[in-house]
């Protein structure tokens, strides 16, 4: 078999960069990008682009077999935000994706799967710094679906021999694409507005104190963790970065662009992060696979602000 590399939700706020990055490593013709929709980055049509619905078994066992498909990366899914809009729509892409690239590596025909799990796994008893295996009792569909994704991952690896891996992801921040409808969104919207109007309103309260990474480091942890010899499969894994308020950010801004104005008007989104921890511990990872994050607040700052000045 052949070493190539899908992305499915290539044109996602993670899909983007990885499948940037994957092609500067392994070449642009080992990485197929796919989405359900045509990719609005010129970037990702400089290498196979593929139109496929995760949820199409048929579909994706056609690509993969075109293709000689070893790892596939399963980026595709509707964020929290939006999953509670839609809860059943949420359901139906979060878990028949996952079925179906699971079902694939059962059947050989895929080697190795990487699933993102995130901290909405977590729920309002989890502790306010959430261990890595604790009370785990999420009250949003997202979380629902993650959470059944990570045991249905830890599953099949243990019944059936499936390589799958996991990482639990904190809120995500990154300049190349625009926010996708996560609870966590308001990290990259500040910035942009803080350039464009000099001042942004917060639907979080400015204390809602969260797990936080810039983009390139869940990247690293990404890529980390799916090369590691030592990580255990099927397991969602817990990293972190920073832990950080709407509040924290603003002062951030400040000390690049002082006359920043922030203001708070708290939505429904407020419920779901009040849902969450304020930290995770990430021992396991660090000690199982060597994860180390290389941003700060004040250096995600900087790079988010030069990035979008340019």
Not at 13 to 30: P, S
Not at 197 to 212: D, V
Not at 244 to 261: G, L, R, T
Not at 281 to 288: H, K, N, R, T, Y
Request: charged share 25%; with cysteine; proline share 5%.
């Amino acid at each position: 078999m052949e070493d190539r590399t899908l992305i499915l939700g290539a044109c996602g706020q993670i899909g983007t960069e990885l499948v940037t990055r994957l092609r500067k490593q392994l070449g642009k013709d080992k990485v197929v990008a796919s989405d359900i929709r045509p990719p609005e980055d010129d970037k990702l049509g400089e290498g196979p682009f593929e139109i496929i619905d995760a949820t199409n078994y048929f579909a994706l066992e056609d690509v993969i077999a075109h293709y000689e498909i070893h790892t596939v990366y399963l980026m595709a899914a509707m964020l929290s935000a939006t999953a509670e809009k839609f809860p059943m729509k949420a359901w139906h892409l979060n878990m028949n994706s996952l079925f179906n690239v699971l079902n694939l590596a059962k059947e050989k025909k895929i080697e190795k799967i990487f699933w993102p799990s995130s901290i909405a796994v977590f729920g309002p008893d989890t502790p306010d710094t959430a261990p890595q295996q604790g009370i785990i009792e999420p009250n949003t569909v997202y979380g629902i679906s993650k959470l059944a994704g990570e045991h249905w991952c830890n599953y099949y690896s243990e019944k059936f021999g499936v390589d799958v891996r996991s990482i639990r992801y904190p809120g995500l921040i990154s300049w190349k694409t625009a926010p996708g409808g996560g609870t966590t969104d308001y990290a990259i919207a500040i910035y942009k507005e803080a350039l464009e109007k000099g001042s942004y309103q917060s639907y979080l309260s400015a204390n809602s104190t969260l797990p936080m990474m810039y983009m390139d480091d869940a990247i690293d942890a990404t890529l980390q963790l799916m090369n590691s010899d030592t990580a255990v499969r099927g397991k969602a894994y817990n990293i972190r970065s920073m832990s950080i308020s709407p509040a924290d950010m603003e002062q951030s801004i400040k000390e690049q662009i002082p006359d920043f104005k922030c203001t708070y008007k708290p939505d429904f989104r407020q419920k779901i992060a009040d849902s969450w921890p304020s930290d995770v511990e990430d021992q396991d990872a660090q000690i199982e696979w060597n994860w180390k994050p290389k941003f700060d607040l004040q250096k995600t700052t900087q790079e988010m602000l030069n990035a979008l000045r340019d």
